[in-house]
Every structure is written in structure tokens, then in C-alpha cells.
């Protein structure tokens, strides 16, 4: 029945993207808009002595330079602003580059030359950059947003104690950030008590919601409009400060303003993912059958918050074993907040994967047989079955395409020329969220439908997949369907980040599309004038915008038709709750390590994934290739330096913290299992946007242990790491 | 003002610019400024010259140490180019200038007079998509969009350049333009089909 869901139908936001024609938030021109630009503290820890902005003020240009002296009093907003403390507020420095004055002037030139004239003066205390600089101050936070972080389950000590086979190892990761293309940017125009932002933003209402809280105004006062976002992976899900200065000073000086982040300043402005390391245990049967899994981690934290964001989900769900005890831990460091960054499971998650592949060789085993001997259906948390998980097949699908059988499980075992071959695998699963979410769907006497929701397209298809929810379930093609979303204006929906969009909007969507179409045939076949008049409901189906009677197909009427003879648009809302769940995968790959040099290629990437049912097998496709190289820059590349002297960051550029390029990146087979999941109201799809990174690194880690007999368990697999 | 005051303008003057992006790098965290403070460069003087962009002349006026970037988006209203870094390592401001790509983001405006300046904008003729933009939503070489304008111009020129041969060939004349939702896949694809087309 259905025609475009699942289908790899073109994106529909395609032409605005490759005409320029797309408006981003940068991009909106307002009239009178003055440029903001802010002031980064240069020390870690400390106090501000004295501002001199004098020679900033007298720049060319220049309207207003405000410091905490002028600014107005802001209420730090609870979650999702994870800050706990608003900048230019008082003279306290928790970080480097935490703002300390806020430039505004009528050009982006004269805002950044004059942002460089004003004079900050600083008593400086020693700061602590990374966790090995604080290692007697760990602790055990307490529980972020209701969950703990301590989970046991069994007696993983004394199963341990009592195991067969024992093994440990500590494993480690540095500081990343999330470097989306496009930097944060907001314009804030206000009327009277009013406020409008073009802003990036993961998601408007939260935003909304959290600038209102800040601002101490009713939600209903503040419009946050983001129709094109330019990547976000998590940095533009929580608010952070420079959007509620921007708004202050905006109010403050009686014009808009308009506020860029530059490259630099997102290195401590907007989160990233925590420097972390992990001590992991594992106890198990001679046969590999897991019996106690302890894994005790370290993130780091910053003086004003303590939410830890890297949680070993996959050590407590992925595998059946009895005995689990999980601790997430925390150091206080002089650094900027940390927060979600794509797959934040991942970093966990490389250490167990990597753990069971150092077993697998303990063992004798192969390292999927061993992930098949810990296989579960049943999510060990609930004790309930999963509705639907399928990860057997996806383990077959890609081993079989990847042709790992014919691996020779001796390391080093394979040379070709000047480098040595390794074959590497790994598990991959990432939970997704759920949110309530309202979409309004109306079709005019044209016969165009209007889809509207609140939610966001961060580059992920959200446009183009509720466009084919919405057209499969009205009977309309898909160019009739213009989608509207990224405004407050719009019906309420939730953040587009933990996976969530996609499981949350296609219910609503496809609802109220429904309700829509069963309207229409409800007016056709009362009404005289209708070809329909007479039959039941039932007996009518919807088609390429027309409306048929299922055993005549020569009685037929049209969308346009019948709501033109009815006067006006034909209106429905939807809203449908989903579940949270976990979508899953298996990575197999290749990599290629020179003999001389230690560099490190991945030539080959097979990867079969569960997200239920595959709404749009190009926009999905999309997700595993990103994920993928996401995972290899994970692996291979990325990397934030903090200087431990003064805790700033050393290389806040994209040509010193490196990101995977166009030569960096294999090709990748994608397969899908594409089974529905009976247990989601999505129309059986799962989210998934973050399952596919979760798994590269270990695997990539895992196999150049494969050619080279090296085991890295500190991130990144650099070169001196090598040889 | 029409006639080109910097005769030895195709010597691109990229070099010293990055060399003035070098010395900010060094400096940790500390916000590179686009514009280097000099004691000149803080009197806002103003030059009135005529850019011609997509087949038009425009008559701007600026200050001489507005970037060929800025002046696009912020005085032009061209928005397609888009600001990843504003320091020539991200790609995503790519625009060709006589047939050339460069990076808008490290040449000044007014060095840029009596040049052809093509921006994602001028790619289309008409409703008609240019064969790399074509192939670009073919081949879904884009995500979220923040660097498509620049891969799209990059692509353009990296086909007539001749670097198109291989997908090898592709994937290291392309690397200049950073892709963080990592379409890099489809990106060589659509780039190695559009130069199939153009050759025909
Ligand atoms: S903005 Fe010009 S290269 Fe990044
Ligand atoms: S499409 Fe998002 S950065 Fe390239």
C-alpha cells in the first residue's frame, strides 16, 4: 500500500541546498542588526581585577561594550542549559575563554577589532586542565537528570572473584569537540517585551523555554525560528550563554543584534565530549560466557556542573550477564561545561568492545563467536523482552558480505607491500529517545497540503521523511506536500538530538495526515456533487491525490476538488506518544597500517544496522556513512589539546584539530535488516542517528591490533602510538 | 573603478594573509581576529569599489579590510557562501573568481575588482540546475548543507581543472573542503558523474 515510505526518494530540501536558497540563521538579513562579538577570559581560574573598555568604546563603529558591570541580572535556567552559572554576571573565572565582555558595533569588522581592544586585568590562580591533574578529588556524582551513577545488578566484585577467566584493562579518551560547519549564531530582535531569535538550535521549544527562564519572561514571549541548521551533533541541543547575552545586550541597546561565534570560541563555548577513562573487568566462563562485567570510568567535570554525559549504557544492556556493577565518576577540573556529543555511548562502549575483543584472543575464540555466546533478546534492565531487536542478523548480514570467515585470527598475519592488513569488528547500539510531539496537517482547495511541526532537520531528512509519512497517508505525491518546521510558532515538538527525532515526529505526523484524509472522504461521500456520493468510507482509497472508489476506479474525485466545494483548507491535528528503545548494528572492517610510518588508512567498512523499519533507506544510508567517519576521526584523529599549565585549549582550529577529509574516508557497504519494530508508534522505526559511530573505533582499534599485534587503548591511534 | 588597481592580483595574496592567521593560532585560545589590528586599519575609511558577481556589477562601499566572504554575505546579500572558519581550513566559502576556486574567506573584497566572481547562486541557468548541483541531490551528497555551497563550487572547478579522473584523484582534490556530516562517500560520487556529464 505504501508508495514512498522506504523508498530513497531525493531529499526535498535538495534545491534549497544546492542553490544557496537555504537560509540559514546567519543568513537572515535584519534590518538595523549591530554585530555582537564576545570577549573571552585568556585565564583559567581567578578573578577579574578590572575591565578598561575605553579603547573599545572609542573604536570606529562601535555602539555599546557591556561587562558584568552593565549587564542586567539573568537567572541561570535549569536543564538544557547546563551551565549552571551566565557569564558577565560577576567577576568569578571558571574557564578559559568564558566571556567577559560583549561587543557590539555596526559591522562584523569593527565588533571583532574592538572585541581585541578591551583590556581585561586578572588575578590568576593555578588551574587544573585534565584528570590526571586531580586524580585524589574523584568522586561519584550525583544522579544528572535522574539517573544514578552507580548500577549494579548481581555481585560483579564476587563474580569476578569467582570467575574462570579474568581480564582488565584501562582504556582512555581525550577531550572532542563537535565543530559542526556551520558556527552557533543567534540575532535577537526584539518588540517591547517581544523577542524573536534566529538562532541554530537542535531544538526551538527547548530553547524557548530555556532564554524565557533566563530572561524571566513567559515563555509565550519568545519566538526561536531554525529552519536550516548547519550540523549540530549535540553542541546546539542545550542552550548556551552567548544566546541569552546576545538577547540581554539586544534589549539593553535598543537594536538587534546579530552574534557569530567564531571557530575559536566554540572550543569552550558550546560543550564537548569529556575527557574520560575507564577501568574495565571482565569475568567469564572458559567458554566465553560473560559472569561479571565491572567497569569503573572517570569523566571530566567543570567547577559549576557535574553532569556526566559519556554512560556505560552498552556495558549494562548489550550483553546477557548476571553480574554488573557500573560506576560513573567525576573529576572538578577548570575546563568549560561538557555536554552531548554524537553518540555520547560511544566512549564507554569503545572500551568494552575493545575489552571483548582482548578477550576473544584470551580465550581462542573468535571475537563474533564471542559476542554471539553473551546474545540476548531480553533487555536485562526490564527483564522484558525487546520488541524488537535483530542484531543476530545484522551481526550475519554484514560478516557474511564483509566475508569475514576467511580471516586468519593471528595478528600480523597479512602484508601487503608496505603495510600490514587487519580485520577488526564491533557491536554498535545507541538509545533513542522519545518526545511528545503535535503536527497539523491541512490541504487546500489547490489541493497543497501544509504539514506543521515545531521539530528540526539538523541534516539528519527530517523534511524529506515526514513529507513521505505525510504523503503516503493522505494519497498525495510528495511535491504537493510543503513541510514546515524549526519555528515556536508552529505546533509543539521536541529536541532533535538522542536520536529522538524521527521516533517521536512520524506518529504525529502520520496521524494527523490520516485524519485529514479520512475527513475528505468523509465530505466526498456526503456530498450529491461527489462521483463518491453514497459509498462507505471504507470503500474509498486515496491515490496520487485523488480519491477512488476501490472496486471502480472510474468513480473518482480529487483532494483539490472536494475541499474546494467544501469552502475552506481541511484541518487535522496528531500527537502520539512513542517509547524510548535502542536501535543496533555490527561494524566489520579493514585497516591498513604502514610498516615504517604507523599511519593508519581504513580501506573497507562493511556495516548492517536494526533501526526497525528503514523509512527512507537514503537519509538512513546518510546516517551510517557520517556515523562511520565519525567513527574514525573518533579512532584515528581527534583530539582537543589543553594546555596543563593554564588550561586553554592548544589547537582551537580546524587545522589543528583534525576531522576526517574527503581522502580519510573509505567507502562504506550499507545493509539494513529494515524489519518494523511492533513495539514503536513511528510506523515501526526506531531512532538511530547515533548507532552507527558507536562501534567504529574499537573495531578500527581491534584491527590494527588484527595487523600489527599492537593493542591502543588510549585515543587517538596516532602514529607515535605505533611505532 | 573599474580599472584593477592590483595588476599582480592572480598571485593570490593568500599567502600573507594566512601567514597573519598563523600568528593567532599560536595564541591558544585566544578569538583570532579576521581582521588584524593595525593603528590604520582602526580608522573606519571606507573605498567604494564594484565587485562583479554572477554576471553583475555591484557598487559597494567598505572598509579595505572587508574579506571577498563578508563582503558577499554581508553586503551583497549573498548568503549562499557560508563562514565555517573564516581562517581558509574549512571550504565551506569557496566561490570561483575567474574560473578559479578560492577560499572567500582569505581575500579582501577589494582586491577582487575586475574579477568574475561566481557564487553558488550564479551556478543555475534559470530553473535549470547546473549537472554538479544535479548530481549532488542525486547522489544525496549533502546533509545538513553547511559546506554543500562550498563543495558544489570546489567540484565545479576541480572538474575543469582535470581532477577528475579517478575517484582516488576526486577524493584528494576535494579534500579541501570539509564535510563534518562526513557525506565524503557521496560527495566523490556525484563529483566523478558530473564530470562523466560535463565531458559529454
Ligand atoms: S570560511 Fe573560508 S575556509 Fe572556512
Ligand atoms: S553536509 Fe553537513 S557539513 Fe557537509
Redesign the pocket.
Known amino acids: 500500500m505504501s508508495e514512498l515510505v522506504g523508498r530513497a526518494v531525493d531529499r526535498v530540501d535538495g534545491r534549497a541546498k544546492v542553490t544557496g536558497g537555504a537560509r540559514y540563521a546567519a543568513d537572515n538579513p535584519v534590518p538595523g542588526a549591530l554585530q555582537g562579538f564576545l570577549v573571552g577570559s585568556t585565564i583559567a581560574r581567578g578573578e577579574i581585577t578590572g575591565i578598561d573598555t575605553s579603547a573599545a568604546r572609542a573604536h570606529p563603529g562601535v555602539v555599546a561594550v557591556y561587562t558584568h558591570r552593565d549587564m542586567p541580572r539573568l537567572t541561570a535556567p535549569p536543564f538544557p542549559y547546563l551551565k549552571g552559572f551566565i557569564p558577565l554576571q560577576d567577576t568569578r573565572i571558571h574557564h578559559s575563554g568564558q566571556p567577559v565582555a560583549l561587543v557590539l558595533a555596526e559591522t562584523v569588522e569593527q565588533a571583532h577589532e574592538a572585541a581585541a581592544l578591551v583590556e581585561v586585568s586578572y588575578r590568576a590562580e593555578q588551574p587544573k586542565a585534565v584528570i590526571e591533574d586531580a586524580l585524589d578529588e574523584v568522586y561519584l556524582p550525583a544522579p544528572f537528570r535522574d539517573r544514578p551513577n552507580e548500577i549494579v545488578r548481581g555481585a560483579g566484585e564476587a563474580a569476578l572473584a569467582g570467575a574462570e577467566v579474568r581480564f582488565e584493562a584501562d582504556y582512555s579518551s581525550p577531550t572532542h569537540h563537535h565543530n559542526p560547519i556551520e558556527p552557533h549564531a543567534t540575532t535577537a530582535v526584539w518588540e517591547g517585551d517581544r523577542l524573536t531569535l534566529h538562532e541554530t538550535a537542535q531544538g526551538v521549544n527547548l530553547t524557548r523555554g530555556t532564554v524565557a527562564a533566563a530572561l524571566g519572561l513567559p515563555p509565550q514571549n519568545v519566538r526561536v525560528i531554525s529552519p536550516y541548521l548547519g550540523g549540530g551533533f549535540g553542541a546546539k541541543g542545550p542552550l548556551w550563554p552567548h544566546t541569552i547575552l546576545t538577547a540581554a545586550a539586544a534589549r539593553l541597546v535598543g537594536r538587534p543584534v546579530k552574534l557569530v561565534l567564531s571557530r575559536a570560541q566554540m572550543f569552550t563555548s558550546n560543550g564537548h565530549r569529556a575527557q574520560f577513562r575507564q577501568n574495565l573487568r571482565l569475568g567469564a566462563t572458559r567458554r566465553g560466557v560473560l559472569t561479571a562485567i565491572v567497569d569503573t570510568s572517570t569523566a571530566q567535570l567543570s567547577r559549576t556542573d557535574e553532569a556526566i554525559f559519556n554512560r556505560s549504557d552498552s556495558a549494562h544492556l548489550l550483553y546477557a550477564c548476571p553480574n554488573v556493577h557500573i560506576r560513573h565518576r567525576g573529576v572538578r577540573l577548570d575546563v568549560a561545561t561538557s555536554s552531548y556529543m554524537r553518540s555520547p555511548e560511544t566512549t564507554a562502549h569503545f572500551g568494552l568492545e575493545t575489552a571483548l575483543d582482548e578477550l576473544s584472543y584470551e580465550l581462542g575464540l573468535d571475537p563474533l563467536e564471542l559476542r554471539l555466546r553473551n546474545y540476548t533478546e531480553v533487555n536485562p534492565e526490564t527483564g522484558q523482552r525487546y520488541t524488537g531487536k535483530h542484531l543476530d542478523a545484522c551481526y550475519r548480514m554484514a560478516a557474511e558480505a564483509f566475508g569475514w570467515a576467511r580471516r586468519n585470527p593471528r595478528p600480523g598475519s597479512t602484508k601487503d607491500g608496505e603495510e600490514y592488513v587487519g580485520w577488526g569488528m564491533a557491536t554498535e547500539t545507541h538509545s533513542h529517545g522519545a518526545m511528545p510531539a503535535t503536527a497539523a496537517v491541512s490541504v487546500d482547495a489547490e489541493g497543497r497540503v501544509l504539514l506543521r511541526i515545531a521539530t528540526q532537520d539538523i541534516g539528519t531528512g527530517t523534511y524529506t521523511v515526514i513529507s513521505q509519512v505525510a504523503a503516503d497517508a493522505l494519497g498525495m505525491p510528495l511535491d504537493r506536500i510543503t513541510a514546515r518546521i524549526g519555528d515556536t510558532a508552529l505546533p509543539e515538538a521536541g529536541l532533535s538530538a538522542a536520536s529522538a527525532t524521527v521516533a517521536s515526529v512520524t506518529g504525529p505526523v502520520h496521524r494527523a495526515a490520516t485524519a485529514v484524509r479520512d475527513a475528505v472522504v468523509a465530505k466526498a461521500v456526503a456530498d450529491r456533487r461527489s462521483p463518491l456520493f453514497g459509498l462507505s468510507p471504507e470503500r474509498v482509497v486515496t491515490e496520487h491525490g485523488h480519491l477512488f472508489a476501490a472496486d471502480d476506479r472510474r468513480r473518482r474525485d480529487s483532494y483539490r476538488d472536494v475541499v474546494a466545494r467544501g469552502g475552506q483548507p481541511v484541518e487535522a491535528t496528531g500527537s502520539v506518544p512513542n517509547t524510548p528503545g535502542h536501535s543496533f548494528g555490527a561494524v566489520f572492517l579493514e585497516v591498513r597500517v604502514h610498516a615504517r610510518y604507523g599511519s593508519v588508512r581504513v580501506t573497507r567498512v562493511v556495516t548492517a544496522h536494526d533501526l526497525g523499519r528503514v523509512l527512507n533507506r537514503r537519509t538512513a544510508r546518510g546516517q551510517v556513512i557520517g556515523g562511520v567517519n565519525w567513527g574514525i576521526g573518533y579512532a584515528l584523529m581527534e583530539h582537543t589539546v589543553l594546555d596543563r599549565r593554564t588550561a586553554r585549549v592548544v589547537n582551537p582550529s580546524l587545522s589543528s584539530y583534525l576531522v576526517p577529509v574527503c581522502a580519510d574516508a573509505p567507502s562504506v557497504e550499507t545493509l539494513f535488516v529494515d524489519r518494523p519494530d511492533p513495539g514503536s508508534t513511528a510506523l515501526g522505526a526506531k531512532g538511530f542517528g547515533e548507532t552507527p559511530i558507536t562501534g567504529v573505533p574499537a573495531a578500527i582499534g581491534n584491527a590494527v591490533f588484527h595487523a600489527t599485534g599492537r593493542r591502543v587503548r588510549d585515543l587517538p591511534i596516532t602514529q607515535d602510538k605505533l611505532l | 573603478m573599474t580599472d584593477d588597481p592590483h595588476p599582480t592580483r592572480r598571485a593570490h595574496k593568500r599567502r600573507t594573509v594566512l601567514k597573519g592567521s598563523a600568528v593567532a593560532a599560536g595564541a591558544a585560545a585566544v578569538p583570532p581576529l579576521a581582521a588584524t589590528a593595525s593603528a590604520e586599519a582602526a580608522i573606519a575609511s571606507t573605498v567604494d569599489i564594484t565587485l562583479s558577481v554572477n554576471g553583475r556589477d555591484h557598487d559597494i562601499s567598505l572598509e579595505p579590510r572587508v574579506t571577498l ?1 563578508d563582503a558577499l554575505r554581508d553586503r551583497l546579500g549573498l548568503t549562499g557562501a ?12 569557496t566561490v570561483l573568481v575567474d574560473g578559479e576556486r578560492i ?4 581575500t579582501l573584497a577589494v582586491m577582487r575588482q575586475g574579477s568574475r566572481i561566481t557564487t553558488v547562486e550564479g551556478l543555475a541557468d534559470g530553473d535549470r540546475l547546473h549537472p554538479v548541483q544535479q548530481a549532488f541531490i542525486r547522489h544525496d551528497a549533502f546533509q545538513c548543507g553547511g559546506c554543500t555551497s562550498g563543495q558544489i563550487m570546489s567540484a565545479v572547478a576541480c572538474i575543469q581543472e582535470g581532477h577528475a579522473g579517478s575517484e582516488a584523484e576526486i577524493r584528494d582534490w576535494m579534500s579541501g573542503n570539509l564535510c563534518r556530516c562526513a557525506c565524503y562517500q557521496n560527495i566523490v560520487a556525484a563529483v566523478g558523474d558530473a564530470a562523466r556529464e560535463m565531458r559529454r
Open positions: 566572504l557560508k563562514k565555517g572558519c573564516d581562517r581558509g581550513e574549512c571550504g565551506a566559502c577560499k572567500s574567506c582569505t
